[in-house]
């Protein structure tokens, strides 16, 4: 079951840096670690974090596995006008969430 | 006068017992320990990766589930209100059990008994985010257990459990957490084991975790070994530790390294 939490300011001024965070539900299995039996646990982490604004990619970050579980990413962007922050992560296995946001530019 | 004796003779020996429990004035919370990342990461929900798990507990909450198809709000209503305090007196004293059971027993007392369904493995994802969701509830609460005739020997036997010296290393709870908070083991600050928090997110674990599962990690590190999960030994040690922690503010979920 995934789920995100997406912190975006809902008002800014035009040309203000705002800062985005977000918080996704994901194990980020290493594909490094054995079981008890010894057989090795098959990787299993997001690869991709996009963030378009309007469309245009503003964020991109690639992701290893050496990052913990339930990928915390801050990152800032200007404020430029109205409109949508669209937020993709896609990863092993098919995982694929899409999540977005209401920005008001004032 | 010689009753007068006897008096003073028994608050000295009950005194002397419990000589190294913390002052209330001194009592700290694990939060006071951590440092301001760390603590940044709790008090921001959008930071705060237990919220994941309190989201997916407000999912589940309204969802239909066992042979009765009964969900948890058709009887409980909006957790908003209704579960306002009530991991903030858990564990509570079950008439049916004769004995106090926790929040996640509680739980799944509710799923067998009322929804028909089989209980949720403890610390499965499920039972974490219901448990998450209804702790969320009670946050900023002060914690206050009932202590009374029936529970007062399970408190008694939380206590005993928590000032006895056991496993290889042969240490009891009390000589870190009463005798040694603050001070270092290996590194990281002893806290005082205060449970305002939980279910919490611990760093180390990457997940959400109960309060007996903190137990059972402290248990290993001393080399003992650690209780089933559900255990009545358990049980009453987070009674104790509740009691102990009475009228300090919930936190839940918290975040700790």
Known sequence: ?106 | MRRLWVLVGAASIAASAFAGEIPRSERRSGYDFMGRETRAMQDDDTANPGMLWVLEGESLWSRKSGAAARACADCHGDARTTMKGVAARHPSFDAALGRPVNLEQRINRCRTERQNAPPLASESRDLLALSAYVARQSRGMPIEVAIDQRTQPFLDAGRATFHRRQGQLNLACSQCHDDHWGRRLAGNVIPQAHPTGYPLYRLEWQSLGSLQRRLRNCLVGIRAEPYDYGAPELVDLELYLMWRARGMTIEAPAVRP
């Open chain 1, 1 to 106: 079951m995934a789920s995100a939490l997406i912190n975006v300011p809902a008002r800014a001024r035009r040309g203000e840096v705002i800062e985005i965070k977000t918080l996704i539900s994901h194990a980020m299995e290493t594909g490094y670690r054995r079981s008890q039996l010894g057989a090795r646990i098959p990787r299993d982490i997001i690869r991709l974090f996009v963030c378009t604004y309007n469309g245009t990619e503003v964020f991109r970050a690639e992701l290893h596995p050496a990052i913990a579980a339930n990928p915390f990413i801050v990152f800032s962007t200007v404020a430029t006008e109205s409109g949508t922050l669209a937020f993709h992560w896609t990863g092993d296995n098919g995982f694929s969430v899409t999540e977005s946001a209401r920005i008001t530019v004032e």
